[in-house]
């Protein structure tokens, strides 16, 4: 039958080489709490990492050997996991990671992504959120639509949010004062090495 419904994402690879994949993923992910890769790689790593969490919120003895079989080295992360991240996201309903497109890094021009765990000290939208704030009240404008609606998503759920926008808000205003824009050149990597040419 062609054509039929693909359920998930094969990534050109077996089996077992794509669950090994997804379970580095999901551990590094957890480990660092942001990692970069390819679009369809993140978006596969984000249904496992969605599961994982969800399992760790149950808490459970079944739940906890459940995550041991997924990752990678449960021993360092068991504690992290049923812990500090368990505390996290006990009263979100879900939704505890986020994928942000990127501009292609490598040089085969794969979709790049950023995968990370939402209302910790590495979300991207919360700083993108405090460095607009910043820079709005610096301009003397006020606040638009968009601005008020990221500021309640990104305030939502996280404990201490008011206090944790304005501190981060406080640091871009004083960057710009500086005369710091906070913005670093990316550089693209070398992927196939500049060989000689034989004739």
């Not at 089996?15 to 379970?23: K, N, Y």
């Not at 710009?176 to 906070?182: F, N, Q, R, S, V």
């Amino acid at each position: 039958m062609a054509g039929g419904l693909v359920k998930y994402r094969h990534l050109s690879r077996n089996s077992a080489h794509r669950r090994a994949l997804l379970r580095n993923l999901v551990t590094s992910l957890l480990e660092h709490e942001s990692i970069t890769t390819t679009w369809p790689k993140a978006k596969e790593a984000q249904r496992m990492a969605e599961k994982i969490i969800t399992h760790a919120k149950k808490n459970t003895s079944a739940s906890k050997i459940q995550v041991q079989k997924d990752l990678f080295y449960p021993e360092r992360l068991m504690p992290k996991l049923f812990g500090p991240l368990r505390e996290r996201y006990l009263n979100r309903p879900g939704g505890y990671t986020r994928v942000l497109r990127l501009e292609p890094i490598k040089e085969d021009q794969a979709p790049s992504a950023i995968l990370e765990l939402v209302d910790g000290p590495k979300d991207m939208r919360f700083a993108l959120t405090a460095k607009t704030i910043a820079r709005v009240r610096d301009n003397g404008h006020d606040i638009n639509d968009m601005t008020a609606a990221n500021i309640r998503k990104v305030t939502q759920f996280r404990p201490n949010a008011e206090q944790d926008l304005d501190d981060m808000v406080a640091k871009f205003q004083n960057l710009a004062a500086e005369g710091d824009a906070g913005v670093q050149e990316v550089v693209k990597k070398r992927v196939y090495p500049d060989l000689p040419r034989s004739r």
